[in-house]
T-cell receptor
Framework: GQQLNQSPQSMFIQEGEDVSMNCTSS?????WLWYKQDPGEGPVLLIA?????ELTSNGRLTAQFGITRKDSFLNISASIPSDVGIYFC??????????FGQGTRLTINP | GAGVSQSPSNKVTEKGKDVELRCDPI?????LYWYRQSLGQGLEFLIY????????KSGLPSDRFSAERTGGSVSTLTIQRTQQEDSAVYLC?????????????FGPGTRLTVT
């Protein structure tokens, strides 16, 4: 099925560093979402973006909805150990079914 | 309040057997979704229920897969004649309504292993 192109696939960083990941698509999406998934759990919504060009923050997280509606990025500032996990972007085109990226696995070295 | 619950949490089955996976959505949520997550992959949409409307089955990979939602609440995903490629984590989500930007809340998933 259709998927978003998410990069990087994995990141290994030092605690305190900033993190950046992004998603691109050949299709337009009306809504972009960023989720975090911990082992053995379902994804949890971090940030939702509803307008092209929108820049939204949630604590140390900042995400933007690309002006073309075909891309989005997520930044995490000053990473901490609990940021470890898999981050997924997801897009909604019409109805509410989500199209997901392949995920970015974040590992933090203390 | 209680979140989305799924059962069983793990299921190991032999190739060719049928399996049923259960999802209890958040009370009052009218929209319910099933997704499949293969190892190291993102989530793949399977099926979507909204109220009493006909479900959107466009993501079901084959006719061996079916789902129903009884009484607008609990849902069961059935996989007949399981194959090894069906091994994955099956995730259920619910949202308040199926239209508009309503957040989807996910359950912990059922890990299915077909031997």
């Amino acid at each position: 099925g259709q998927q978003l192109n998410q990069s990087p696939q994995s990141m290994f960083i030092q605690e305190g560093e900033d993190v950046s990941m992004n998603c691109t698509s050949s299709s337009i999406f009306n809504t972009w979402l960023w989720y975090k998934q911990d082992p053995g759990e379902g994804p949890v919504l971090l940030i939702a973006l509803y307008k092209a060009g929108e820049l939204t923050s949630n604590g140390r997280l900042t995400a933007q909805f690309g002006i073309t509606r075909k891309d989005s990025f997520l930044n995490i500032s000053a990473s901490i150990p609990s940021d470890v996990g898999i981050y997924f972007c997801a897009g909604i085109q019409g109805a509410q079914k989500l199209v997901f990226g392949q995920g970015t696995r974040l590992t933090i070295n203390p | 309040g209680a979140g989305v619950s799924q059962s069983p949490s793990n299921k190991v089955t032999e190739k060719g057997k049928d399996v049923e996976l259960r999802c209890d959505p958040i009370s009052g949520h009218t929209a319910l979704y099933w997704y499949r997550q293969s190892l190291g992959q993102g989530l793949e949409f399977l099926i979507y229920f909204q109220g009493n409307s006909a479900p959107d089955k466009s993501g079901l990979p084959s006719d061996r897969f079916s789902a129903e939602r009884t009484g607008g609440s609990v849902s069961t995903l059935t996989i007949q004649r399981t194959q090894q490629e069906d091994s994955a984590v099956y995730l259920c989500a619910s949202s308040l309504r199926g239209t508009g930007p309503y957040e989807q809340y996910f359950g912990p998933g059922t890990r299915l292993t077909v031997t």
